[in-house]
DNA sequence: TCAGTATACGACCAATTGTGTCGGGATTAC
DNA sequence: GTAATCCCGACACAATTGGTCGTATACTGA
């Protein structure tokens, strides 16, 4: 249904809350998924992939934890996304091996794949600090959200 | 994951083959799921979900069938995933009633907010024609698909 | 009017995926 | 060496999705 998985959104939150707090030099799963009613041992697994996917830096031990691997500006939600939930096909029948052998007819996904693209190059274009900064709730509720141009 | 239904694949793929016979006056479920191979009481579902929404008129009897309501060109990609899956937000906890109580700072879905409706935006910009006439293989391959301007 | 074709719709089951838990093991600081 | 912490695989539960079945209803044409 077009939306993002619940490990998406608390991997989001944790780089969030990691990019908000750049003194410390490391903060526990545990600390995270207590600011936010998150379950601690789910969210482990979320950072431990990020982790694996050179997201965040790892240390084990007393007073260890997680930090930002990178500047929060130089983490794209793309990358967190795809870290967490695998790389995303906005059709069905994806490209390369097996697709869509059933049905060789599936034309729609063609065009569709370019529709892809532009999301990825949205959220390739919201970094963490992005997501940090605005907590403002200035922004005049205008209708008119983001101006998108989609050449096909 | 971020990716459609098959259910609104069919859908697609169902108005995109009546789009592409304008001059016969009805296409029965059966005809359209056929042709793809797809499940014929599935795609029936989805058709009259698509007929009761107002994107097509079904008329039964002999020589019934589906029809699309409006021109192709008028029928957005938007509307049909938004008449099968129903409304789609990015973000898991949606805006209204019983948003992110357990989670109330949950700051991450503001932004993503926007991304949202850049998505919903693009979607809208696609029309069952621009489905249709995107047969041509041509297309020279190149990478930068779609030029997005999102202002945040 | 009657048979055949088709949509309309609700209930149901099967498969997949998403969410969360448990338990044991490996590192590190004090 | 102990407590805190990351690491990781397996598992159980819940939700969603995909698909089927049966039946009722509507329309056409002979």
Known sequence: MLKLTKKADYGLIA???????????A???KDIADAYGIPA???????QLMTKKGLLRSHAGMNGGYALAREAREISAYEVILAIDGPFFITSCTKGAK???????CTIKEPLARVNDTIAGVLKSISIQDLAEHEQPGMPANGAAGLVSLRL
């Open 41 to 47: 041992q789910l969210l482990a697994k979320i950072l």
């Open 15 to 25: 780089l969030k809350y990691l990019a908000e707090h750049p003194e410390t030099p």
């Open 99 to 105: 697709s869509c052998e059933l049905t060789p007819s």
């Open 27 to 29: 903060l526990s799963a």
